[in-house]
């Protein structure tokens, strides 16, 4: 079975930063994509980063150029640095994994911009 841990949300000033990880449990291979999903309130989910196999990146195009994403594989953590925070980056931020026999999906971890 396999769990998702996020961390590192919070509330931060427009303009400001935060790093979100997510750390995975039970056995899963590099290869595996892991991703970043977040959703506003009255909103769907939607894609915010990917990474697969540890090199392969893809992003939102709201978020290029201000969010990068990153992989441990020896730790199991995908990490997303947000720089440049926006108040429409407000949202629920869920870590999400694909494996063969299917899709994991993190508790979700709230980040607010705001002054």
């Known amino acids: 079975q396999v769990q998702l841990v996020e961390s590192g949300g919070g509330l931060v000033q427009p303009g400001g930063s935060l790093r979100l990880s997510c750390t995975a449990s039970g056995k899963i291979l590099s290869i595996n994509p892991m991703g970043w999903y977040r959703q506003a309130p009255g909103k769907q989910r939607e894609l915010v980063a990917r990474?697969?196999?540890?090199?392969?990146?893809n992003y939102a195009d709201s978020v290029k150029g201000r969010f990068t994403i990153s992989r441990d594989n020896a730790k199991n953590t995908v990490y997303l640095q947000m720089n440049s925070l926006k108040p429409e980056d407000t949202a629920v931020y869920y870590c999400?994994?694909?494996?063969?026999?299917?899709?994991?999906w993190g508790q979700g971890t709230q980040v607010t911009v705001s002054s």
């Open positions: 999400n994994l694909l494996v063969d026999t299917g899709i994991y």
């Open positions: 990474i697969i196999s540890g090199i392969i990146t």
